[in-house]
């Protein structure tokens, strides 16, 4: 059949009015035929199956039984009365509850006739009830369909409220399906159908909706989730190769005496396997032909800053200009600090821009960065401005990534003629699972391995309870020299409470801690700029010996005397921001700790945070619970993925049939980089229309 029907507008449908119209548009995007096939069923209750009464189990959700009702009564209650009727079959008995409609079916109830009940359990210790069960006799439940798996639609409450109940949204696609047929043009090439021997795409559409069987249904789900996976990477991967042969790169064809010399003479030390990798896997980018986009991933205290480093030293080797940027203005200035110590004996010139910059010296900075005396520029936000010019950027390097807006970094390849190349920094480690989907057409680095000699921090988990303890403790790692954070949750929503409890503890941390013996900082958002970073100051300085603070200090800061982090309300943090702040610790030579203070009360979730932590510091691993906990919504990055516009398939769940799907995409690529054979027509036609309209993943990169 020709697919054209399938744009036929969804008012068209018949038992579609215009109102009805109007709400599947509005509550769930259905303006077509097409639309309406692919709104796939949420669930399905298994109708296939009858349970025993004395089979049923706490964590069955909705069951079908067979039984008789025996006695009906009415119990009284002072919140309104309920009726309770007792259904046996031969194994043992349940009840079953309504609290509205009580009058109809008392009337309408046949005791002591056999019939079929569905739907949840609720448990009072061991004994199971069933409020308000759909019940159907036995011989008509024989004679209907619904036998088999059904299927339950996304709904919204608007949607019940009108009228358009599950069972409406079923007759639908009933009508869809016999106005459309059921021949469907097949998408997949054929040799990938057959190799993996999946069902046709008509089988699938009809048993998504209509499952015969569990068996059928499976079969149909991972069609349609593979065919989903495989058109998504199938367009990641061929941006990816277009680029490399469209997008012209700036060649760094030599490797010159910025980076030999420091190389050489001036690294402070030996550079781990995974730095070393790393960096060849950017000068390979560097030396070819194509624009690098590449994502580095390393944890905190990895050292990624040392391989920025390297790389901005090869665009000076090509007589380009670098920039690095930070997302704040304390992180700008302490890559400033670190940098130029570095790079000190060479003679490259070196500025810092941010929000604070001088106008004087901000106007030299422009004036440098345009006549390409300035070779180096560490900044923030500031070095976006359009009124910074460059006289030739050659390499954009972005620290902390997710501080950063897409449209701001496509700013930064409108700096040169030819785009500069540009690598993004982040500690916050992306699940492999999720990078390849979301990054499928970047290319990642991942620095695996810590520099040597760091001790894993002791991580412990204590009750408010044992504060005192915990407080004797703090008080014996400053007479060994130590410095100590503490730090305290700042969520938008509550931020007067959370202001509150900062400064309550403030107030006791500073009775415990006393005067002149013990000095404290104190950084929160509400604090002006300067005070912050003077108090910050005094504590790098170790003029103090506490600092206590909201989560600002959250990225990047360097302080390796620092050898305790205390976290207050652990159980109110997310594992990145946890994993994120334990890595301020650990960074000199002595034993770090990191102690999770929380009260008694503990989530399911927020108890797997925790002991997560005490378990790993390994930031891949954590980073894979949180994608399971929260799912792909919450993880950086994936809003503007459009990962969760996915129809059917589950990026986390589905992550082998990525892989698979992944695989087959590269091999088809590999054969046939054009999709030009015939077999490969289809792909080609859908390919090139996914490309065409504005999928939200092209914006990534
Ligand atoms: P991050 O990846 O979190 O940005 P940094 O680049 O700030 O990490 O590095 C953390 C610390 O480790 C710095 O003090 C840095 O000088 C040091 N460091 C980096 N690489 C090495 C190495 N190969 N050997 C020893 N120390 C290193
Ligand atoms: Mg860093």
């Not at 919140?79 to 008995?93: I, K, M, P, S, Y």
């Not at 070779?375 to 950063?404: M, P, Y």
């Not at 999709?675 to 792909?683: F, I, K, N, R, V």
């Amino acid at each position: 059949m020709s697919n054209n029907i399938l744009q036929t507008e969804i008012d068209y449908l018949k038992g579609v009015g215009p109102n009805r119209a109007d709400l599947l548009r509005s509550e769930l995007s259905v303006y077509t035929y097409q639309d309406l096939l692919q709104l796939f069923p949420n669930r399905y209750l298994d109708r296939t199956q009858y349970y025993k009464v004395n089979q049923l189990q706490r964590n069955s959700s909705e069951v079908q039984i067979i039984g008789k009702v025996i006695n009906i009564k009415t119990v009284e209650q002072k919140r309104g009365n309920r009726l309770v009727a007792t259904f046996v079959d031969d194994t043992g008995e349940i009840e079953l509850v309504w609290f509205r409609g009580q009058r109809w079916m008392r009337d309408s109830l046949k005791l002591n006739t056999p019939y079929v009940i569905f739907g949840k359990l609720n448990w009072y210790g061991n004994n199971p009830n069933m409020p308000h069960p759909e019940m159907e006799l036995l011989p008509d439940h024989e004679q209907s369909i619904r036998t088999a798996m059904q299927p339950i639609y996304p709904s919204t409450e608007k949607l019940g409220n009108k009228g358009i109940t599950n069972r409406v949204m079923n007759k639908l696609m009933q009508q869809l399906f016999s106005e459309v047929g059921q021949r469907f043009r097949e998408t997949l090439p054929k040799s990938l159908i057959e190799e993996l021997k999946l069902v046709d795409k008509g089988t699938a559409f009809f048993n998504i909706h209509f499952p015969k069987s569990q068996e059928l249904l499976a079969k149909a789900q991972y069609r349609l989730k593979f065919e989903e996976l495989f058109f998504i990477q199938l367009q990641l991967v061929n941006k990816k190769l277009l680029r490399k042969q469209k997008i012209k790169g700036l060649p760094f064809q030599q490797v010159g005496s910025f980076f030999n010399e420091f190389y050489n003479d001036h690294l402070p030390f030996s550079l781990t396997n995974a730095q070393k990798r790393v960096v060849k896997e950017i000068r390979r980018d560097l030396g070819s032909n194509a624009q690098m986009n590449r994502l580095l991933q390393g944890d905190v205290g990895s050292g990624k800053t040392i391989v920025a480093l390297l790389s901005m030293l090869l665009a000076l080797d090509n007589g380009f200009q670098a920039c690095l940027m930070a997302p704040t203005e304390i992180l700008a200035q302490q890559h400033y600090n670190g940098l130029f110590d570095l790079v000190k004996d060479l003679p490259i010139n070196t500025k810092l821009l941010t929000g604070s910059t001088k106008t004087a010296a901000r106007k030299e900075i422009h004036e440098q960065l345009e006549n390409g005396e300035l070779h180096i520029i560490i900044g923030t936000h500031a070095v976006l401005e359009d009124k910074v010019k460059f006289k030739n950027l050659g390499l954009a390097i972005i620290d902390e990534q997710h501080r950063f807006g897409v449209a701001q970094r496509a700013k930064l390849w409108k700096k040169n003629a030819i785009p500069p190349h540009i690598l993004v920094m982040t500690a916050t480690p992306i699940p492999r699972t999720l990078a390849m989907s979301l990054y499928g057409d970047l290319d990642v680095s991942v620095i695996d391995e810590l520099p040597p000699g760091r001790k894993p921090v002791k991580t412990v988990h204590r009750f408010d309870s044992n504060r005192l303890k915990v407080f004797h403790f703090i008080k014996e790692e400053i007479k060994k020299g130590r410095q100590v954070y503490i730090v305290y949750p700042l969520i938008q929503e509550s931020e007067k409470m959370d202001y509150k409890d900062l400064m309550d503890g403030y107030e006791s941390i500073v009775r415990e801690f006393p005067l002149p013996e013990y000095q404290i900082s104190i950084v929160h958002g509400k604090m002006k700029s300067e005070d912050k970073d003077y108090e910050m100051e005094r504590f790098f300085k170790a003029e103090t010996q506490i600092m206590v603070a909201t989560t600002v200090i959250e990225v990047g800061v360097n302080i390796p005397n620092a050898s305790v982090m205390i976290i207050e309300s652990a159980e109110r943090f997310g594992l990145s921001q946890l994993h994120q702040l334990r890595g301020r610790v650990g960074r000199g030579a002595d034993q770090s700790y990191c102690i999770l203070m929380s009260s008694h009360k503990l989530t399911n979730d927020a108890k797997t945070r925790l002991e997560t932590m005490v378990q790993t510091s390994d930031g891949f691993e954590i980073a894979e619970v949180d994608l399971k906990l929260r799912g792909p919504g919450d993880l950086m990055g994936t809003q503007q993925s459009g990962i969760l516009n996915l129809r059917i398939a589950d990026i986390v769940k589905d992550n082998d049939i990525l892989k698979t799907a992944r695989y087959y995409v590269q091999r088809v690529l590999k054969e046939d980089p054009n999709l030009a054979l015939p077999q490969h027509a289809t792909a080609r036609t859908i390919l090139d229309q996914l490309m065409q309209t504005k999928q939200p993943w092209n914006y990534i990169s």
